[in-house]
């Protein structure tokens, strides 16, 4: 099941591309921000796939603003999705996950523990992921659910282009300081995912892994 907010059009072009390599995909609608919407979709996911045993929580928000710029409406325009959206996401998912357990994967970001001008109120809410990440892993473990956290560096997604960094100076450096001398992709994060979610990784939980090209 793919989530969305606004973006119909994009998401129903990665349902497609899923049922063209074989699998079976939903796009579904719903705010993660707000509980009766994350269990809706999580009843949406049932009804399709007659469990849910992975989750990503990938739904976030970032803007850049300095600290004079911070208002109650931005921090909680952040703290809801990145913050409130993973937490109730992952609480609804372990009621749906069965005796075999499951696996859930945070996307965080190198921002966590970097220090980047005006990106104070980003930083705090993967900050307070991480942190959740780790008291999920430990308090989900004897129930066989797993909850990592991916880090990523500057991966170029929509939001990066929406945000206008594309073309500017600030890409420039970030490309700069990114050891192996490109942004990341999708498909870079998406793997990890995928391993995450894997047997291969059955050993694996409370972690956080920092996937960046080298950039810290």
């Known amino acids: 099941m793919v989530n969305y907010v606004s973006s119909k059009e994009a998401t129903e072009r990665v349902v497609a591309e ?5 699998g079976r995909a939903i796009a579904v609608k719903g705010d993660v921000g707000k509980s009766a919407a994350v269990q809706a979709l999580f009843d949406e996911a049932k009804k399709a796939f007659g469990k849910v045993d992975i ?5 976030g928000r970032y803007r850049f603003d300095p600290i004079e710029n911070v208002t109650e ?27 075999d357990g499951g696996c859930v994967t945070n996307i965080s970001s190198i921002g966590s523990t970097g220090a980047i001008p005006n990106l104070s ?9 991480e942190s959740a990440t780790r008291v999920l892993a430990a308090e989900l473990g004897p129930r066989n659910i797993r ?34 001398g490109r942004l990341g992709q999708p498909e870079d994060i ?19 892994l920092v996937v960046s090209g080298g950039l810290r």
């Open 55 to 59: 989750l990503v929580n990938d739904a």
């Open 18 to 22: 899923i049922k063209a390599a074989g």
């Open 147 to 180: 909850v990592n956290a991916i880090a990523p560096g500057s991966v170029e997604t929509e939001g990066l282009h929406a945000s206008g960094v594309i073309g500017t100076e600030f890409e420039k450096k970030l490309t700069a300081d990114t050891p192996l």
């Open 73 to 99: 409406d931005k921090f909680d325009h952040l703290f809801n999705t990145n913050v409130r959206g993973t937490l109730l996401a992952t609480r609804e998912a372990v009621k749906h996950c069965g005796n």
């Open 121 to 129: 109120i980003y930083a705090a809410t993967k900050g307070a992921l």
């Open 190 to 208: 998406a793997r990890v995912a995928v391993f995450l979610a894997s047997d291969e990784a059955g050993w694996i939980t409370g972690e956080r």
